[in-house]
Structure formats: C-alpha cells, structure tokens
C-alpha cells in the first residue's frame, strides 16, 4: 500500500533530518529556510527538502510535550516517487482527522493522517501544492493532536524553489 510506503520513508526522513550523521544523510545544501538532502539504502538514492516551522501556535494553550516537526518534500526515483509533499507533526494525531495546509491564507490543501504523519490527500494536487509553495511566502499546517490539541505551524517559504531545483539535479 502507498501509504504504508510513504509512511516509512517519512518516518526515516524525519530520522535522517534529526540525526544526519547517523544515517548517512548528506547535505546538498541550505536555502534560506529549507535544507536539501541525499541519503541511500537499498532503494537506491533518496532526496529531499526539509524545514521546521517559523512559529506554533497552540488551542488550547498547553503542550505537555512535541516531537520536533518537519515539512518535507521526497524524490525517491527508483520508486518513481516525485517531489511527494509530507509532514511529520511532533505528536500522534487524532482518529480520522485531516491536515490542512494553506499557502499565504489562500490555496488550500487537505493531507490524510498516519500517526504522526501526513500527505496529500489528492495525488493529483500535489504538483499544484509544490508550484503554489514556490510562489508563495508562507504556508500553515494545521492538525489536531490525540489530546484535542489543535496547532497551527507557520513556515517560511523561502529557498523552497532553491532547494527544489538542489534535489531535481541530485536525485534525476
């Protein structure tokens, strides 16, 4: 299953961003705020972008407790997997939820949720999220915890195009 799939290399994503070193993450470069990586495994090459949000805000206004937070964007050619738009939110969400992601208050975007992950909800709008990502300035995720915990993670999105452009000649 996709998901399943997508899920795993998220969760490694997340991994190889926390702890670069220990799982052979390289650098290709940082833009602005976002980062370009490579890393391989016996899939092949894998490449991505990664940032962390610029700022949180919480509903109600206690968190006991976050997991460092990430949005992503994977090339996994062996896979045929392109530019495949990902979060990895810091907490478990809660059952049946959705994610919402906006750029510059406008175009909006729904994600499916997978424990403490998500993706695009529609595959065919995920070519529009990344153009809409390079145009815009700001993004905000929007996701509702286990605990009832709503949070909005607002992200900078410049470099994106930069990074993007770092990871499409790294991973061809």
Do not use: H
Request: proline share 4%; aromatic share 8%; glycine share 6%.
């Amino acid at each position: 299953m996709k998901a399943r799939t997508l899920f795993t290399a998220a969760s490694l994503i997340a991994a190889v961003t926390a702890a670069a070193p220990a799982y052979a993450a390289t650098s290709i470069g940082t833009f602005r705020q976002w980062g370009a990586y490579t890393s391989s495994d016996s899939n092949g090459k894998m490449c991505f972008v990664a940032s962390q949000p610029q700022d949180s805000k919480y509903q109600p206004n206690s968190v006991s407790s976050r997991d460092p937070v990430f949005f992503m964007i994977t090339s996994i050619p062996a896979k045929n997997i392109r530019n495949e738009a990902s979060t990895i939110i810091g907490y478990p969400f809660a059952d049946n939820v959705k994610v919402t992601v906006a750029i510059d208050g406008g175009n909006q975007f729904t994600m499916f949720t997978d424990k403490d992950s998500a993706w695009i909800e529609n595959p065919a709008q995920e070519t529009d999220l990344i153009a809409a990502m390079q145009k815009g300035n700001r993004m905000t995720v929007v996701g509702k915890s286990r605990r009832g915990t709503i949070t909005t993670d607002t992200y900078s999105l410049s470099g994106i195009t930069a990074a993007l452009d770092a990871i499409a000649k790294e991973c061809q």
